[in-house]
């Protein structure tokens, strides 16, 4: 599997070789002039390269995760002094295509690949493409950020997933291709849109149709200071660059006002205090008999019986290479738990429709205790409709066993046709709160896909 990267010249691409475990794997850059075949190791002109990659790379020279938490960027042996503070490289100007970054996951071409990538269904799990994703996002964004091949003392992070929509399963029989640019940027933010592919047959460049688009929103920081730095603004030249900014802006004014409206910080409408009364109202038809059993229909389940949990202790082998647990091993592991619950409430193999909202409060440090927590907070009950499922990331700090919320994630799931999920029914306040959040998400995007897809045309 590659990664590629565009850079000023027509001809010469950054190739970095991934090993079998796909882009967590061992990474290897390699200058090439001619086209790599994927999955290969035969390449020519083999000069090194700089890296863009957001996972650590092996050097025989690692020290122990504790090492590093406890002395930070300190070195060991220097009297703990601390290091020297490097000089930023003057922003310059960047094209969106600059930032160009593609790799290719050939499961048609190469099987031996789907060990790790395919589920019990003979599918490919969604949560092994997440992860892909959001290294993808890390290596445009450390792109973007580079000037003449050179990053500097930046520190780039996951800032939140606004959207990703999933326009077919995907098949364990097909070759994808991976690819994203920087499509806006703001001081120090980049909105990254991504897409996958599948490749026409025999092709390792020939796309046959979109399976999947996402924006990410990437935030560059100073590697000692932690403080928010500028990063390279771009040079719109082109009508499609002009539309594909223009378009970026309003996706951006959008998600501004959404924040802005969020029940965290104004009361809900007057129609949605009439929805949340009439929940209310249908909640008591259904429990307040004194002398007569539940009267609650076989299609309606309460909202705070379909929560589901997991614990796990978080590993030096999941972290990114500022020592914090990555931010694509998260995402697996909510949406691998919101899969078995939207399976428990379906009874059916449900499919993965879209993922939005995906907000990373704080960083998760390497060793404390996860416990994730997942439940159906909308379902209108509709035959082959969607529904969805929050999972909400708490961090234990085992010696005091105080919690910390480090993420939530908002997953929407649709039924198999021919099957209709139960109806969701809250019943205590906070869970109607869920509802009408979740009821607008629902609202948005009920016309399925709602990302434009022409920004990261090649």
């Known amino acids: 599997m590659l990664l590629r990267t565009a850079t000023s010249s027509p001809l010469a691409r950054v190739s970095l070789h991934i090993a079998p475990r796909g882009l967590a794997g061992r990474l290897r850059a390699k200058s090439t002039t001619t086209q790599s075949?994927?999955?290969?190791?035969?390449?020519?002109?083999?000069?090194?390269?700089?890296?863009?990659?957001?996972?650590?790379?092996?050097?025989?020279?690692?020290?122990?995760?504790?090492?590093?938490?406890?002395?930070?960027?300190?070195?060991?042996?220097?009297?703990?002094?601390?290091?020297?503070?490097?000089?930023?490289p003057t922003p310059v100007l960047k094209r969106m295509s600059n930032s160009y970054c593609?790799?290719?996951?050939?499961?048609?071409?190469?099987?031996?690949?789907?060990?790790?990538?395919?589920?019990?269904?003979?599918?490919?799990?969604?949560?092994?493409?997440?992860?892909?994703?959001?290294?993808?996002?890390?290596?445009?964004?450390?792109?973007?950020?580079?000037?003449?091949?050179?990053?500097?003392p930046v520190t780039i992070v996951t800032a939140a997933v606004d959207r990703i929509e999933l326009l077919n399963r995907l098949s364990a029989h097909e070759d994808y291709k991976f690819s994203g640019k920087v499509c806006h940027v703001g001081s120090s933010s980049m909105e990254i849109y991504l897409k996958v592919e599948t490749?026409?047959?025999?092709?390792?460049?020939?796309?046959?149709?979109?399976?999947?688009?996402?924006?990410?929103?990437?935030?560059?920081?100073?590697?000692?200071?932690?403080?928010?730095?500028?990063?390279?603004?771009?040079?719109?030249?082109?009508?499609?660059?002009?539309?594909?900014?223009?378009?970026?802006?309003?996706?951006?004014e959008r998600k501004k006002?959404?924040?802005?409206?969020?029940?965290?910080?104004?009361?809900?409408?007057?129609?949605?205090?009439?929805?949340?009364?009439?929940?209310?109202?249908?909640?008591?038809?259904?429990?307040?008999?004194?002398?007569?059993p539940e009267r609650k229909p076989a299609n309606v389940v309460w909202s705070d019986e379909t929560k589901l949990q997991s614990i796990t202790v978080t590993m030096p082998a999941d972290r990114n290479?500022?020592?914090?647990?990555?931010?694509?091993?998260?995402?697996?592991?909510?949406?691998?738990?919101?899969?078995?619950?939207?399976?428990?409430?379906?009874?059916?193999i449900p499919q993965v429709w879209a993922i939005d909202d995906i907000s990373f409060r704080k960083p998760v440090p390497i060793g404390c205790l996860l416990e994730l927590t997942a439940q159906v907070t909308f379902s209108p009950g509709t035959d082959g409709g969607t529904f969805e499922v929050a999972v909400e990331i708490e961090v234990i700090d085992p010696e005091t066993r105080a919690k910390e919320t480090a993420n939530v994630f908002n997953i929407t799931f649709k039924s198999p046709e021919g099957v209709?999920?139960?109806?969701?029914i809250p019943r205590t306040y906070a869970d109607l709160i869920k509802y009408v959040e979740a009821n607008r998400r629902y609202e948005q995007h009920k016309n399925r896909f709602t990302l434009p897809r022409e920004f990261i045309d090649d």
Request: with cysteine.
């Open 321 to 348: 290479i500022h020592n914090k647990i990555f931010g694509g091993y998260l995402m697996r592991l909510a949406l691998e738990l919101a899969y078995a619950e939207a399976q428990l409430f379906t009874r059916r």
């Open 199 to 252: 490749l026409q047959d025999g092709s390792t460049t020939e796309p046959k149709e979109i399976v999947l688009a996402a924006h990410f929103t990437m935030v560059a920081r100073h590697q000692i200071t932690q403080k928010a730095i500028r990063v390279n603004p771009l040079k719109i030249i082109t009508e499609k660059e002009k539309a594909i900014y223009a378009l970026s802006l309003e996706l951006k």
């Open 37 to 88: 075949v994927p999955g290969t190791e035969a390449e020519t002109g083999v000069n090194p390269q700089p890296l863009f990659t957001v996972i650590p790379l092996k050097t025989g020279q690692e020290r122990y995760w504790s090492e590093i938490e406890r002395y930070g960027v300190k070195r060991m042996g220097d009297g703990g002094k601390d290091p020297p503070v490097p000089e930023l």
């Open 420 to 424: 209709a999920a139960p109806r969701i």
């Open 257 to 292: 006002q959404r924040s802005q409206s969020s029940l965290l910080k104004e009361p809900p409408t007057a129609e949605e205090r009439r929805l949340m009364h009439q929940l209310y109202l249908e909640s008591m038809e259904y429990t307040d008999h004194k002398f007569e």
């Open 102 to 152: 593609q790799f290719i996951l050939p499961f048609k071409s190469r099987p031996t690949l789907l060990n790790e990538y395919v589920n019990v269904h003979g599918l490919i799990r969604v949560g092994r493409i997440l992860e892909e994703l959001d290294k993808l996002a890390g290596a445009v964004a450390y792109r973007h950020c580079s000037v003449d091949n050179q990053v500097g």
